[in-house]
């Protein structure tokens, strides 16, 4: 097996399609997100990316096996751009692959006509979140103006420490090839999965991007996830002394 492999899926033609981008981080919020526009819009599978630097696993499905990769998929709305979504359930494993891997992504891009790229992400807080902003990082002015328009915050040295992993490659090595890039990030505690910080990404994307898509799906989510939160709230906050009309009835 080569280090980089391109498998073609299928023969799809797009019209000025942007490039989406979600692959597992902080949240799960880019991968949930891009998931979300699969599952809720009428999409094809295009690519299947594989490589050397994903981990040496396959994936099972009712007894069927897969071998690790990152996969594309045309998603074409009746209003609104044509996308091509990334999406999979692995990162590469070291510096390399990572590096090796934006730049089999952005090749696939380039070969179907991608001008604009956008990467989706999870921005760590450290907390429980009550509302959730947007943050943004571009490579041009243009682009900063188009997403500060529907409500992306680009604060001063945020994210610490930069975007790291093909997120932030797809923005650098993007910008290198003539790509407009951006990513969006959604905040979220950093310790759950975060449905909801994945409808906040996909609302903004929804804004640029011009698609319809239902979000019932995510808020369910939304609600079994606050559900897990509620509890570990209260398995740190111990359980209750009990109290002596309680202990009259042990022993």
């Known amino acids: 097996m080569d280090e980089f492999e391109r498998e073609a899926l299928g023969d799809v033609e797009l019209d000025d399609p942007v490039l989406v981008e979600g692959l597992p981080g902080v949240g799960h919020v880019g991968k949930l997100a ?14 299947r990316v594989h490589s050397t630097h ?10 069927r096996t897969e071998l690790a990769g990152a996969e594309f998929h045309a998603v074409r709305p009746e209003d609104g751009r ?6 999979g359930d692995h990162q590469a494993q070291d510096n390399t692959g990572h590096y090796g891997l934006t730049e089999t992504f952005l090749d696939v891009a380039d070969d179907h006509g991608v001008s604009r790229a956008f990467a989706l992400g999870g921005v760590p807080t450290g907390e429980l979140i009550e509302e959730y902003s947007v943050l943004g990082a ?24 930069g975007i790291v992993g093909v997120s932030g490659l797809l923005l650098g090595l993007g910008e290198r090839r003539g790509f407009e890039a951006a990513c ?9 999965v975060d449905p909801k910080s994945a409808q906040a990404v996909l609302e903004v994307l929804q804004e640029v991007v011009d698609f319809e898509v239902d979000y019932a799906s995510l808020e ?18 111990g359980t209750p002394t009990p109290s002596d009309e309680d202990l009259r009835y042990i022993g």
């Open 34 to 47: 891009a998931e979300h526009l699969l599952e809720e819009l009428e999409s094809e599978p295009v690519e």
């Open 54 to 63: 994903f981990p040496p696993q396959v994936s099972v499905d009712d007894g």
């Open 82 to 87: 044509d996308m091509l979504v990334l999406t």
């Open 138 to 161: 571009a490579t041009t002015d243009g682009v900063v103006d188009d997403l500060e328009a529907v409500g992306v915050e680009f604060r001063e040295d945020e994210p610490a420490g």
């Open 184 to 192: 969006l990030m959604g905040e979220t505690s950093g310790y759950l």
């Open 220 to 237: 369910e989510r939304a609600d079994e996830m606050e559900e897990v939160v509620r509890k570990i709230q209260e398995m740190d906050q």
